[in-house]
């Protein structure tokens, strides 16, 4: 199993940035590919960046030039960098993880964070 913990998110005036992390731990042989979704009252959640293990990324067209995904795989961590954060930009954030897990028999799976709040304010 995979346990993924976020931290980071709070209240953050237009404009301003904040930085996510998430931090992966459990019994797993790897992970493939990391991502941040992240879901407003209401809305379906939709997926706002993802990297794979070898660093390519992905970025939604509303956060393009403003976020930035990392990952530190020795520490099996992803980062989100979120600069001129908007109000639209408000939502939970939830890290996702995809993970190969088992000992004898390798089977991937899905993973989520419990998620952060992000609250941008105008």
């Known amino acids: 199993q995979v346990q993924l913990v976020e931290s980071g998110g709070g209240l953050v005036q237009a404009g301003g940035s904040l930085r996510l992390s998430c931090a992966a731990s459990g019994s797993f042989s790897r992970i493939n590919t990391m991502g941040w979704y992240r879901q407003a009252p209401g809305n379906q959640r939709e997926l706002v960046a993802s990297i794979t293990s070898g660093g390519r990324m992905y970025y939604a067209d509303s956060v393009k030039g403003r976020f930035t995904i990392s990952r530190d795989n020795a520490k099996n961590t992803v980062y989100l960098q979120m600069n001129s954060l908007k109000p639209e930009d408000t939502a939970v954030y939830y890290c996702?993880?995809?993970?190969?897990?088992?000992?004898?028999?390798?089977?991937?799976?899905?993973?989520w964070g419990q998620g952060t709040q992000v609250t941008v304010s105008s």
């Open positions: 996702n993880a995809d993970a190969v897990v088992g000992t004898l028999i390798k089977i991937s799976g899905d993973y």
